[in-house]
């Protein structure tokens, strides 16, 4: 764990703030790209940029990386900016937009050009992919490679005035299109795209791309460790290119970590989007989404979710973690702190026959066995009950300790009762309520309180109970990597019982009270959460997950 370990991240801050690399700061960036919600693997680095700052006494920034007008939207950067927050993260004055560099970056372009390390190209895209060759072949030198220094630049800033249609020039840096490595085979800088942006509007027709603008974007904000994901690992020399061509000395260094796959979902901001589109899941934070909208949704806390970024760590290479790792920790969150109360999901009514008519009593039940400190609960109890329609069975098989006729169970905080009658529908021969007899004597204090049954019921009191809507949920796939299949489409693999929905569940009154994003444990029924559109009068809860523990099984 992270108190007594170092990773391999820390192990290089260490060794610079030993070298007194960079005046002994320590600078990240959380670097967002404004065109999605973020998900749990976005949290993984939320967690790593942002607490790597803390543990350091250094900063973390928040950046929009909207460079790609196209696919950007503001309802994103709203949304990112709360899920951060909600995180429990600050940014405090430093969020920036790689879109308010603009200027910036098309000056260092022109220095570029001036320097003879940049040109303006006029080959199509599919031309520019044909003479960059393969890993066994080299790349072709364009045509266009040896422009004047004063025919680029003339052509550039033509570029950026409009001149041209979209696509028919582009920048691009002058490396080698021999390196085995195809990013350093004269990478593009600059598009030619009429798009407007979310911020700039239509100021620019000409746009940079990540491979430039990253870098420089982290230059100016003196960024000095700047972590991304392992698909980047191969773009590292072309960052320290752009950088050193940019006479930036020191700069940034680029650190590539593992990317977080979770089993059982997708992970990736375009096929999260396709399922919002294609109304597979009801949005971005349906309960059933990986994302951290659809966690908070769901009833996860920011708790739970950095105690899974801590314990998965980060790694030099990919793996899928366990979903129930994810569900593990939110278990033992909720545990400490979720007021325990009674719902029952498919109600049976049960009549206690020697129980006086018109009697209540006010039974008092611990809010939470972990911390007695809470207190207890009233729970109103009555001659007509509800229990759980699985909780009985009229033929059991041996060894089932709930009800059946001529058993006896415990009610929770209550009394001993046994079946003594069924009652069914006479036609469809359903059953529709039980006869049951209660020992009055074996309510808690009572002499034979102490008397053992095998089974423990919950219950609800059908005068006092509130009707509820309750969620359940799945895994929003059926297959543990649902992308595997290469050219296969992974909405295939969606579970179609992702989401039950039971419309007549029936809670203690106490739930009245309620409010959205409260989390309760249904006693043998799991952790809920209380939804975010629920109320007084039309109450709906979505389980987070079940009681049944299945990390590490
Ligand atoms: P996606 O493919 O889901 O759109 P992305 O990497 O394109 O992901 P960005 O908005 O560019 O999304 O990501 C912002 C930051 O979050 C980047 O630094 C990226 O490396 C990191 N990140 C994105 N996905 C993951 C993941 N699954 N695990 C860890 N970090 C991630
Ligand atoms: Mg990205
Ligand atoms: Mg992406």
């Not at 033929?395 to 006729?405: A, C, M």
Request: net charge negative.
């Amino acid at each position: 764990s992270s108190t007594t370990s170092v990773n391999f991240i820390q192990a290089i801050i260490n060794r610079d703030l030993a070298e007194s690399k960079n005046e002994g700061r320590v600078h990240t960036r959380f670097p967002p790209e404004p065109n999605g919600y973020l998900h749990i693997g976005h949290a993984k680095s939320i967690c790593l940029n942002f607490g790597l700052a803390a543990q350091y006494q250094g900063l973390c920034n928040l950046r929009f990386d909207d460079t790609n007008p196209s696919k950007e939207e503001v309802e994103y950067v709203e949304s990112i900016q709360d899920d951060v927050r909600w995180l429990g993260f600050d940014w405090d004055d430093r969020m920036f937009y790689a879109s308010d560099y603009f200027e910036r970056l098309y000056e260092f372009a022109e220095q570029l050009i001036k320097q003879g390390k940049a040109y303006v190209c006029d080959l199509s895209a599919q031309e520019i992919k044909e003479f960059r060759g393969t890993l066994t072949e080299a790349g072709q030198n364009s045509p266009y490679r040896d422009r004047t220094v004063e025919e680029n630049l003339r052509l550039f800033r033509e570029m950026r005035a409009g001149a041209y249609e979209d696509g028919a020039r582009v920048l691009r840096g002058k490396i080698d299109m021999a390196s085995s490595n195809l990013n350093m085979r004269d990478p593009v800088l600059y598009r030619i795209q009429r798009a407007s942006h979310h911020r700039t509007g239509d100021d620019w027709c000409i746009y940079p791309m990540y491979d430039f603008a990253h870098p420089l974007s982290d230059a100016i904000e003196q960024i000095t460790h700047s972590i991304c994901t392992l698909e980047f690992e191969n773009h590292r020399p072309l960052y320290d290119w752009v950088l050193e061509s940019c006479n930036i000395n020191p700069g940034p260094q680029q650190i590539e970590f593992a990317r977080l796959n979770l089993t059982f979902t997708v992970m990736s901001k375009r096929k999260l989007r396709q399922l919002v589109e294609n109304g597979d899941v009801k949005g971005w934070d349906d309960p059933r989404m990986p994302t951290i909208s659809g966690l908070r949704r769901r009833g996860y806390t920011p708790e739970a979710i950095k105690d899974f970024c801590e314990r998965i760590g980060v790694a030099k290479s990919n793996s899928t973690v366990d979903i129930s790792l994810l569900e593990h920790c939110i278990r033992e969150d909720l545990n400490q702190r979720a007021p325990r109360a009674m719902c029952v999901l498919r109600p049976l009514k049960v009549i206690l026959i020697n129980y006086p008519e018109n009697q209540i009593e006010m039974l008092p039940g611990e809010i939470n066995p972990e911390d007695p400190g809470m207190g207890t609960r009233d729970l109103p109890f009555s001659r007509e009950l509800y229990i759980e329609q699985e909780d009985f069975m009229e033929d059991p098989p041996k060894k089932y300790f709930r009800l059946s006729p001529g058993s006896e169970v415990r009610l929770k905080h209550a009394y001993i009762i046994k079946c003594v009658d069924v009652i069914k529908d006479p036609v469809t021969g359903e059953v529709k309520a039980l006869h049951c007899t209660y020992d009055s004597e074996t309510k808690s204090g009572m002499p034979q309180s102490g008397r053992k049954v095998k089974g423990t019921l919950h219950w609800v009191s059908a005068a006092h109970a509130v009707p509820a809507e309750v969620r359940l949920y799945d895994h929003l796939f059926l297959k543990e990597n649902p992308d595997e299949e290469q050219g296969e489409d992974f909405t295939m693999n969606l579970n179609p019982h992702s989401l039950e929905v039971l419309e007549e569940a029936l809670v203690e009154p106490a739930l009245t009270e309620a409010a959205p994003g409260n989390k309760y444990q249904f006693l043998r029924q799991g952790y809920f959460c209380v939804d975010e559109k629920s109320s007084a009068t039309s109450l709906v809860f979505n389980r987070v997950v079940s009681l049944k523990d299945s990390w590490g099984k």
